[in-house]
T-cell receptor, first 111, second 116 residues
Framework: QQQVKQSPQSLIVQKGGISIINCAYENTAFDYFPWYQQFPGKGPALLIAIRPDVSEKKEGRFTISFNKSAKQFSLHIMDSQPGDSATYFCAASNQGGKLIFGQGTELSVKP | DVKVTQSSRYLVKRTGEKVFLECVQDMDHENMFWYRQDPGLGLRLIYFSYDVKMKEKGDIPEGYSVSREKKERFSLILESASTNQTSMYLC???????????????FGSGTRLTVV
């Protein structure tokens, strides 16, 4: 019940296209859903996060869509650029404090 | 900027050796975490600490121990390294105390450990 399942494991998108990464969770006590971005040789860095009282959050080209009833959330990257090529992790937590991470998605944006 | 510094980027150790991975953060964060990262498995929590001298097991603590003698330093110890502990190890810290949602983990750049 503590798992967060992420798909796909890898994704190839053409420059200018939309990248979509999906996550699903079981624990209805989760109340914080961040996405982390990791470039090669670096640690993950917080990209964008959402709480379950809203269905969508947008920051520039990055949007989180949240479906509470389906217990799913997704990251959309609009107008994807080669510089977006990285590994993306979804995560979830409740007031217990620990983040539970998904398995990661390796995104490659082709010029 | 908050910095989480891991002492080594790359380490090669022999089977059976005792290995110390060091992590230091400079923002007076209460929480510190050790994860290992493996392809297809994501980030798996090994140990975490909410305060000095406190430690709690994560999801995969077997074969590991930790030490937190000072607030800014959290060490991961492989008691007797084995080849299945070859991995990328990531340290993270966050500002909030136990019971509060941990907004914004800050990660170090990782230590890639190879056990031969």
């Amino acid at each position: 019940q503590q798992q967060v399942k992420q798909s796909p494991q890898s994704l190839i998108v053409q420059k200018g296209g939309i990248s979509i990464i999906n996550c699903a969770y079981e624990n209805t006590a989760f109340d914080y859903f961040p996405w982390y971005q990791q470039f090669p040789g670096k640690g993950p860095a917080l990209l964008i996060a959402i709480r379950p009282d809203v269905s969508e959050k947008k920051e520039g080209r990055f949007t989180i869509s949240f479906n509470k009833s389906a217990k799913q959330f997704s990251l959309h990257i609009m107008d994807s650029q080669p510089g977006d090529s990285a590994t993306y992790f979804c995560a979830a937590s409740n007031q217990g404090g620990k983040l539970i991470f998904g398995q990661g998605t390796e995104l490659s944006v082709k010029p | 900027d908050v910095k989480v510094t891991q002492s080594s980027r790359y380490l090669v150790k022999r089977t059976g050796e005792k290995v110390f991975l060091e992590c230091v953060q400079d923002m007076d964060h209460e929480n510190m975490f050790w994860y290992r990262q493996d392809p297809g498995l994501g980030l798996r929590l090994i140990y975490f600490s909410y305060d000095v001298k406190m430690k709690e097991k994560g999801d995969i603590p077997e074969g590991y121990s930790v030490s937190r003698e000072k607030k800014e330093r959290f060490s991961l110890i492989l008691e007797s390294a084995s080849t299945n502990q070859t991995s990328m190890y990531l340290c993270a810290s966050s500002a909030y105390g136990r019971g509060v949602a941990p907004y914004g983990y800050t990660f170090g750049s990782g230590t890639r450990l190879t056990v031969v």
